[in-house]
């Protein structure tokens, strides 16, 4: 069974730069979720995608945005960067979304953004 | 809204000797509750979780949880730690219900020392 894998794992951008992490979901999951967890802080909700549609959204502004495809993989796309976006960003999967599953979130290893 | 606080930033403790990490919820509503735990550059993994039922949730590793409504309390226990314990844990909740859109708390790092 091949767990959630996330790329690139190490990521360095300038301020007002736009970028792009990709993450692929645990064979037999259809559900994809986005945390976005900064240095010492626990993670938080960005949001969740569900057959190709945004399922939910935590409060994060517009430039924050994602894609999920028809084979369950997912996207996570933020412009115009700001210092504070600096963090790791994690991935989860998940099936079905919501409600009471035997498939909990499984989580990726993250994608480590810094912005300079 | 709902809020997790995780009453301790960091808890050191020798090795096999037992431990408890504290965390406190608000909700106006039924809840469900999860330990997740982060070892150093890694994902989270799920601990254990409170759905319903027992009060008593055992996970892996040998770690227990205790879901107290009356203090909105979900602290977590374990015996006996070991050093390969060391790392960071997570209470969350879902406001949703389910496993989706967990709020979690700021973390507690586990140090166990030998």
């Known amino acids: 069974e091949t767990g959630v894998t996330q790329s690139p794992t190490h990521l360095i951008k300038t301020r007002g730069q736009q970028v792009t992490l990709r993450c692929s979901s645990q064979?037999?999951?259809?559900?994809v979720s986005w945390y976005q967890q900064a240095l010492g802080q626990g993670p938080q909700f960005i949001f969740q995608?569900?057959?190709?549609?945004?399922?939910g959204r935590g409060n994060f502004p517009p430039r924050f945005s994602g894609l999920q495809f028809p084979n369950y993989s997912s996207e996570l796309n933020v412009n115009a960067l700001e210092l504070d976006d600096s963090a790791l960003y994690l991935c989860a999967s998940s099936s079905p979304p919501g409600g009471l599953s035997n498939s909990p979130l499984h989580f990726g290893n993250g994608t480590r953004l810094t912005v300079t | 809204a709902q809020s997790v606080t995780q009453l301790d930033s960091q808890v050191p403790v020798f090795e096999e000797a037992p431990v408890e990490l504290r965390c406190n919820y608000s909700?106006?509503?039924?809840?469900?509750l999860f330990w997740y735990v982060q070892y150093p550059n890694q994902g989270l993994q799920l601990l254990l979780k409170y759905l319903s039922g027992s009060t008593l949730v055992k996970g892996i590793n040998g770690f227990e949880a205790e879901f107290n409504k009356s203090q909105t309390s979900f602290h977590l226990r374990k015996p006996s730690v070991h050093i390969s314990d060391t790392a960071e844990y997570f209470c969350?909740?879902?406001?949703?219900?389910?496993?989706?859109?967990?709020?979690f708390g700021a973390g507690t790092r586990l140090a166990v020392h030998p």
């Open positions: 995608y569900y057959r190709e549609e945004e399922n």
């Open positions: 909700s106006s509503v039924s809840v469900y």
């Open positions: 969350a909740v879902s406001p949703s219900g389910g496993y989706n859109k967990l709020i």
């Open positions: 064979s037999g999951h259809n559900t």
